[in-house]
DNA sequence: TCTGGGGTCCTAGGACCC
DNA sequence: TCTGGGGTCCTAGGACCC
């Protein structure tokens, strides 16, 4: 009951039963809470929301992320069958083509993503005290000294799960720690619908085993580093002194060294990577998510972006500028209809040859997307001073703060005042009659 | 691994000020 | 008139996440 699967392994391998029987008939233990968290992963989410919309996809390989596998993409979501034959997220859609010819390729439906991800956290916050999203398809669930209200934490922890699945049609996998990082690689040990807990006290030594770069926080490069210093698994970092792995990862490797101890007993009261979609997930600034709302928990992001690939490499300057006017516009959009301000502006590139670069400016303070195109325009035309031809283009926001209209009444000229009052009305017309049906002149690309 | 589209945080170095 | 030390803000880039 209180572990299945692999779990019961770690169980026993970390609590034997000779250690049990060691405590001594009639002796009363003082309770002491243990910090106990609950992670909640949904199964290859895109996939799963994509097949309750259109159940023929059931049992097929599908690929989220771009409809036309020729074109220029990535995969977002691939499904277990797709993934048999070696497809997985991030991958160009073109190889995964190659990979997987027979596989379904979808472009995406983010509002349903959005719907559903509210719906299982709803579902979560009716039944835990707290909970903390950590992307659209992930959740932190804090079950402290909840025993006497819920019962044994794990046999509760397993019900809700099954009560997710029940209730949205979703499959999730759930792990169950002292720990938010520890629970959350114990949930994904058993993917799909998998179910594993660790032993209260046992965190480090579940972790210990497996390889370094299972640890959250550790990519290619902090992988690399640490084969170098000898480490191989999360348990030789933990044993490692941490101010030696400073020494040779700096802060990181500091914060690296915590982890594989098992990390903090606690959450944070948000998780800032999850306010992309806290603000706005979603492909289509008009379609991007619930109006805003008077919460005050809700996260602010720290910035904004928008990008776009070509489907070829580009050098067209009227292509570029079109492409440059229409991200600005996009982001303005979010802007004004979350009610957002933000200080800085910056455009990037990432050229033919894959390196990338970006330059950023101090914007206005009046809400002019005129002047925002014209700052946009002189950052780009700095990236164009490197003769190659351009692949992506992006502009993010920085410094986003609440916006604070009352100010601006008083301090806009009549002018920017006026401009202001013309971009509230392109999202109205935009948002009856589609994103589509207003650009600004040099918004167009000739391309659909 | 042969590279999308969002995000986050950290850091080095320069500008500027006292 | 060849030049110290520190704090703070800003920019560009890097690593990482889903």
Known sequence: MFSLGHANAVAELLCPASAVSRAEPGVSILFVPQPT??????????????????????????????????ARGAVACASYEARAFGVHSGQALRHAHTLCPQAVFVAGTPGLYLELSQQVRALLEARAPRV???????????LSGCERLLGELPAYARRLQAEVSAETGLSCSVGV??????????AGAEKPAGFVAVVPGGEAAYLAPLPIRDLPGVGPVSEAQLIELGVRTI???????????RRALGARGLDLSLRARGGLPQLPKVHQTAGAFAVGWGLNPAAAGPPPTADPE???????????????????????????VRLVESVACTLRTRKLGAR???????????VDASHRGRLPRELDEAAWIQLARALLARLLRRRLRIRRLRVAFHGISLRHEQRLLFNGEPDARSRQAL???????????????????SGFDGEP
């Open 37 to 70: 968290f609950m992670h909640l992963d949904l199964d290859q989410f895109f996939v799963a929301a994509e097949r309750l919309r259109d159940p023929r996809l059931v049992g097929r390989p599908v690929c989220v992320g771009g409809a036309d596998p020729r």
């Open 132 to 142: 903390v999203p950590r992307s659209i398809d992930e959740f932190d669930v804090d």
């Open 177 to 186: 720690a002292g720990t938010p990082l520890v629970a959350k690689v114990a």
């Open 235 to 245: 348990g030789d970092l933990a044993a490692l002194d941490p101010e030696l792995v």
């Open 298 to 324: 809700t996260v602010l992001p720290r910035s904004l972006s928008r990008e776009r690939t070509f489907s070829t490499d580009q050098d067209d300057r009227n292509v570029l500028d079109a492409a440059l």
């Open 344 to 354: 800085t502006l910056s455009v990037g590139v990432r050229y033919a040859d894959l």
């Open 423 to 441: 971009g509230r009305a392109m999202d109205s017309v935009r948002s009856k009659h589609g994103w589509e049906s207003l650009r600004w002149a």
